[in-house]
T-cell receptor
Framework: EAQVTQNPRYLITVTGKKLTVTCSQN?????MSWYRQDPGLGLRQIYY???????DKGDVPEGYKVSRKEKRNFPLILESPSPNQTSLYFC???????????FGPGTRLLVL | DQQVKQNSPSLSVQEGRISILNCDYT??????FLWYKKYPAEGPTFLIS?????DKNEDGRFTVFLNKSAKHLSLHIVPSQPGDSAVYFC?????????????FGTGTLLAVQP
């Protein structure tokens, strides 16, 4: 089954404790992206990757890092989480940039 | 600056009636528009799309209309069913350059009453 998986689905952490949210897709897509969803703000892009070892900032990249060492995986790293990063996070992939994106199930993060 | 706007945060419709969800955009460079549907605890799923060279696209109960002069698109669901209750996001793509990213609206929560 074609899918995008994210882990963990739910996470509670404390300010400053580094965390990683994993994302994996099995569709051999080149383009992957991370979004955060906040009330009244919709989906905002954090980072994206056009292909392996090619990543770039989206609209709200501050406080986040990403890497793309393999085509299927695109982890999101919060080096020092802060409460304003409490949000619902989605990973997405598509066969090319601007194409129809397939989303993961989401990771709900609470930073205390 | 919100380039894609969904001004109605919520909409309630009776089962069997038409649901109309609206979306406005400001960037005339957008060339492709999509609608996504999102259930609670799930990621958004692609519903229907339309190219800027068309003014209508239909897929079963779902029809998207594009009015380029007004920079407005709408999603019509006929007839509405309780299973259509979800958050609907419109998205737009700006063509050109190496990165043709999608820009999403804020979403409209549709509730279809049985």
């Amino acid at each position: 089954e074609a899918q995008v998986t994210q882990n963990p689905r739910y996470l509670i952490t404390v300010t400053g404790k580094k965390l990683t949210v994993t994302c994996s897709q099995n569709m051999n897509h080149e383009y992957m992206s991370w979004y955060r969803q906040d009330p009244g703000l919709g989906l905002r892009q954090i980072y994206y990757s056009m292909n392996v070892e090619v990543t770039d900032k989206g609209d709200v990249p501050e406080g986040y890092k990403v890497s793309r060492k393999e085509k299927r995986n695109f982890p999101l790293i919060l080096e020092s989480p802060s409460p304003n990063q409490t949000s619902l996070y989605f990973c997405a992939s598509s066969s090319f940039s601007g194409g129809t994106q397939y989303f993961g199930p989401g990771t709900r993060l609470l930073v205390l | 600056d919100q380039q894609v706007k969904q001004n109605s945060p919520s909409l309630s419709v009776q089962e069997g009636r038409i649901s109309i969800l609206n979306c406005d955009y400001t960037n005339s460079m957008f060339d492709y528009f999509l609608w996504y549907k999102k259930y609670p605890a799930e990621g958004p799923t692609f519903l229907i799309s339309i190219s800027s060279i068309k003014d209508k696209n239909e897929d079963g109960r779902f029809t998207v209309f594009l009015n380029k002069s007004a920079k407005h698109l709408s999603l019509h669901i006929v007839p509405s069913q309780p299973g259509d209750s979800a958050v609907y996001f419109c998205a737009a793509r700006a063509y050109g350059g190496a990165t043709n990213k999608l820009i999403f609206g804020t979403g409209t929560l549709l509730a279809v009453q049985p």
